[in-house]
């Protein structure tokens, strides 16, 4: 079992940064992906990007070329860090967690943009 708490949402103008962040209760080293997915209303989930234990990463072709994902295993935290922010990507922030011993999610952190 692990908790994930998800920090570092807010209300930016468009163009703007933020960094998500996302806490896990215990060691991720052993987490094969965490990843952000992110919901706005109306809409379905969809994922926003995705780190592998090996390193490699895969993000949304609406994200490409401005968010980044990274994880610190000795942390035990995986970041986003999103950069020219646009009106359409205000949604609530997921982080999640794919291990073998089940799939765990955090509560969300807003972003919100502004035209």
């Known amino acids: 079992q692990v908790q994930l708490v998800e920090s570092g949402g807010g209300l930016v103008q468009t163009g703007g940064s933020l960094r998500l962040s996302c806490a896990a209760s215990?060691?991720?080293?052993?987490?094969?992906?965490m990843g952000w997915y992110r919901q706005a209303p109306g809409k379905q989930r969809e994922m926003v990007a995705v780190h592998s234990s090996d390193g490699s990463t895969n993000y949304a072709e609406s994200v490409k070329a401005r968010f980044t994902i990274s994880r610190d295993n000795a942390k035990n935290t995986v970041y986003l860090q999103m950069n020219s922010l646009k009106p359409e990507d205000t949604a609530l922030y997921y982080c999640?967690?794919?291990?073998?011993?089940?799939?765990?999610w955090g509560q969300g952190t807003q972003v919100t943009v502004s035209s």
């Open positions: 215990r060691s991720i080293f052993s987490i094969n992906i």
């Open positions: 999640a967690g794919f291990a073998s011993d089940g799939h765990y």
